[in-house]
C-alpha cells in the first residue's frame, strides 16, 4: 500500500507563499503521475497541478503563474506564490502508478491564508 506523507501546510497573509512537501512510498519507476488536489469547504475535491512521467505539467486555470509543481524522486513540491483567500483548502499530495494500476492520496494538509 502507498503512503504519502504531505507537510508544509499553514496559516499565511494574502499574498505570501508557502511550500508543500509530498513523500510517497513507492517505487520510482512505477510512477505515473504525482501531484496536488485541493477541497475548500463546501467544496468539490479539484486538481490543482499534476506532473507525468513524461514531464507533461497541468495546472488549473486559477493557480497558474502562482503556484509551481515540482518532483523529486518518489517526492512531489508545491511552490505555491502570491497566495489569495480563495486558495484556502485542505490540499491532498496524490499518486497514479502504471503497475500495479492505483491512485494513492495523502490524507491532507491545511492551507489557509487571511485577507
Known amino acids: 500500500q502507498v503512503q504519502l506523507v504531505e507537510s508544509g501546510g499553514g496559516l499565511v497573509r494574502t499574498g505570501g507563499s508557502l511550500r508543500l512537501s509530498c513523500a510517497a512510498s513507492?517505487?520510482?519507476?512505477?510512477?505515473?503521475?504525482m501531484g496536488w488536489y485541493r477541497q475548500g469547504l463546501g467544496n468539490q475535491r479539484e486538481l490543482v497541478a499534476t506532473l507525468t512521467v513524461d514531464g507533461t505539467i497541468n495546472y488549473s486555470d486559477s493557480v497558474k503563474g502562482r503556484f509551481t509543481i515540482s518532483r523529486d524522486k518518489a517526492n512531489v513540491f508545491l511552490q505555491m506564490n502570491n497566495l489569495k483567500p480563495e486558495d484556502t483548502a485542505v490540499y491532498y499530495c496524490y499518486v497514479k502508478r502504471r503497475f500495479p494500476t492505483d491512485e494513492s492520496w495523502g490524507r491532507g494538509t491545511q492551507v489557509t491564508v487571511s485577507s
Open positions: 513507492v517505487s520510482v519507476f512505477a510512477i505515473n503521475t
